[in-house]
Nanobody, 124 residues
Framework: EVEVVESGGGLVQAGGSLRLSCAAS????????VTWFRQAAPEKERVIIS?????????YVANSVKGRFTISRDNAKNTVYLQMNSLKPEDTAVYYC????????????????WGQGTQVTVSS
């Protein structure tokens, strides 16, 4: 059974830090690219934040979080992390982790495996 579980969200003051984790099971994690998306409100679109490849550890980071967020993965633990520093109120959103085989993609429909999301709230 495939499972993708995010954790690490919460309430933090502006300027603070959080580390999100995405733990996966039920598929060959080493062969999957993993991407973090976020959705600020149900009526807003889900947007890509950061992605990490499976083969060579290449990463993508959206301009909105570049220099503040870092993605990494530990294949031995089937886990991807998103270290978020210097958080801003506009980072408030539900953060989702998603996995797709092989290469990274910014298209939501390319991802067959999704977690349920973790809420991040940044107060001013």
């Amino acid at each position: 059974e495939v499972e993708v579980v995010e954790s690490g969200g919460g309430l933090v003051q502006a300027g603070g830090s959080l580390r999100l984790s995405c733990a996966a099971s039920g598929f060959a994690f080493d062969d999957y690219a993993v991407t973090w998306f976020r959705q600020a409100a149900p009526e807003k679109e889900r947007v890509i934040i950061s992605s990490i490849s499976c083969e060579d550890g290449r990463t993508y980071v959206a301009n909105s979080v570049k220099g503040r967020f870092t993605i990494s993965r530990d294949n031995a633990k089937n886990t991807v992390y998103l270290q978020m520093n210097s958080l801003k109120p506009e980072d408030t959103a539900v953060y989702y982790c998603a996995a797709k085989i092989h290469g990274m993609s910014g298209r939501l429909n390319d991802y067959p495996y999704w977690g349920q999301g973790t809420q991040v709230t940044v107060s001013s």
